[in-house]
């Protein structure tokens, strides 16, 4: 056993956050986690399996805003844990209903949905992250954090002939940019290593040059615009992987 795999072995890791982290849009949902949409395909579950914990926590769940972190997760975490990631903040911004005008609606109301969830995630989202990462390190002290961020969706230009415009292409990865920010600067101010991910997507994206690891619109409609199996083993795990 190398030190890296005995370290690994000894490592008592929770996975907390939205779907991003679940692994909503990868499919091979386990049973136990219902609504929430747990991944034998997501990153968390990819590197259990890889380096074999001493316990593995997987509480992630499909739509969690920071509120529900702060009341439904954080009862895996204590003073043993020694490893915990999180995605969170883009559902709170209102990521889903941004996504939804933008695909249904005119390019004016999409970049009004657009401006309004950045105003969101500058102003209302960075106290919402403080407390969930406070809350975070009180109930795990002795716990190495890595949050992880979120994609651009889409490769603009792209090689996309159908689907929603150009313009509305642009606001959205603007929009995962000034929300990127704000996670970036609260988790470093709370201590935490951030592991930004758009690159690893690069060229990956809705619309990109090489194999897609985001779902389009897609059914069930929950899975879009999330990393399929993909992305969580292409994109997120290597990412973790690096920060962890």
């Known amino acids: 056993?190398?030190?890296?795999?005995?370290?690994?072995?000894?490592?008592?890791?929770?996975?907390?956050?939205?779907s991003y982290s679940a692994g909503v849009g990868a499919g091979s949902y386990t049973s136990e986690s219902g609504g929430c949409k747990r991944s034998t395909k997501a990153y968390p579950y990819l590197w259990k399996n890889a380096h074999a914990p001493a316990a593995?926590?997987?509480?992630?769940?499909?739509g969690a805003r920071t509120g529900d972190v702060l009341n439904n997760q954080?009862?895996?975490?204590d003073s043993s844990t020694t490893l915990i990631s999180i995605t969170i903040g883009g559902n709170d911004a209102g990521f889903a209903s941004t996504m939804q005008?933008?695909?249904?609606?005119?390019?004016?109301?999409?970049?009004?949905?657009?401006?309004?969830?950045?105003?969101?995630?500058?102003?209302?989202?960075p106290g919402k992250l403080d407390q969930v990462y406070s809350a975070i390190h009180s109930k795990a002290p002795n716990a190495h954090v890595v949050v992880l961020g979120y994609p651009h969706l889409y490769q603009v230009p792209g090689s996309c002939i159908l689907g929603i415009s150009d313009t509305k292409r642009r606001a959205i990865n603007g929009a995962a940019d000034v929300l990127d920010d704000v996670i970036s600067k609260r988790a470093a101010n709370a201590g935490f290593t951030y592991q930004d991910v758009r690159?690893?997507?690069?060229?990956?994206?809705?619309?990109?040059?090489?194999?897609?690891?985001?779902?389009?619109t897609t059914l069930p409609v929950d899975e879009s615009y999330h990393p399929n199996?993909?992305?969580?083993?292409g994109g997120y795990l290597p990412s973790f992987t690096a920060g962890a």
């Not at 593995?56 to 499909?62: E, P, R, V």
């Not at 954080?74 to 975490?77: F, N, R």
């Open 74 to 77: 954080l009862s895996v975490l």
């Open 56 to 62: 593995f926590a997987f509480a992630a769940c499909s």
């Open 199 to 216: 690159n690893a997507f690069a060229t990956h994206e809705i619309c990109g040059s090489s194999t897609r690891w985001l779902n389009s």
């Open 101 to 125: 005008t933008c695909v249904l609606e005119s390019d004016s109301s999409c970049l009004a949905a657009v401006d309004a969830a950045k105003n969101y995630a500058t102003t209302t989202l």
């Open 1 to 18: 056993m190398s030190a890296t795999d005995a370290f690994a072995a000894s490592e008592r890791y929770a996975a907390l956050g939205d």
């Open 229 to 233: 199996a993909a992305g969580q083993s």
